[in-house]
């Protein structure tokens, strides 16, 4: 394969030869070597010109550009750094007012619950102090009304006592003989119940 590739190389390489051979005879100017000269003349114009112009003109401007995109971008940096410290410094206020904000709900949670306990304190005092008072009355009347129950229960008595023998007899008694049984009964009974 590379023998190939080289017999086709040497044979291009004749014919390409032999056609400057007849390129030169027919009249092309550019191989004749007497045209050489103005040739050369006319070149090195033509790349001069091309030169102060790229140099003078092109150049500069596309160097001013480079410069001018390296300073933005070198800007762009610098600012973008600068957000970026300022929005780490933000993100770390935004944590110490959280951390903040998280201390004072904590506080204020537990003087709410230190004041509602001593109001329910307070309030169970109150309550505890009414219902002392509540049965300190409570007995104080069922000691009145223990003291006052034989009397009225006495009473009470004669007058049934009274009513049914009279119903039962037809005849009124003498209401002190009655009385006189019925104090006699509830002396008795008196000392079984009160221990009197």
């Known amino acids: 394969m590379i023998k190939k590739i080289f017999f086709q190389l040497v ?14 005879s027919g009249g092309m100017p550019q191989l004749n070597p007497e045209f050489w000269f103005s040739q ?3 070149l090195s114009i033509t790349f001069g ?10 150049l500069p401007k596309i160097s001013s550009n480079l410069e001018q ?8 940096i610098e600012a973008a750094d600068k957000q970026r410290e300022a929005s780490e410094t933000k993100l770390k206020e935004y944590d110490e007012i959280i951390l903040k904000s998280k ?21 169970k005092e109150i309550l505890d102090k009414q219902i002392e008072e509540e049965i ?36 009124e008694i003498n209401n002190s003989s009655i009385s006189a049984i019925v104090d006699d009964l509830s002396k008795k009974n008196r000392s079984k119940y009160y221990g009197n």
């Open 69 to 76: 995109r390296k300073s933005q971008i070198s800007d762009n």
């Open 103 to 123: 201390n004072e709900a904590k506080n204020i949670y537990n003087q709410a619950r230190e004041k509602a306990i001593k109001d329910i304190n307070v309030k």
């Open 136 to 171: 300190k009355k409570a007995e104080d009347e069922i000691s009145e009304l223990k003291q006052g129950a034989p009397e009225k229960i006495t009473k009470i008595a004669i007058e049934t006592s009274s009513e049914l023998i009279q119903k039962l007899i037809g005849n």
């Open 11 to 24: 044979f291009f390489n004749f014919l390409f030869v032999g056609k400057v051979f007849s390129a030169e």
């Open 40 to 42: 050369i003349f006319w």
């Open 49 to 58: 010109i091309l030169y102060i112009v790229l140099s003078k003109l092109i």
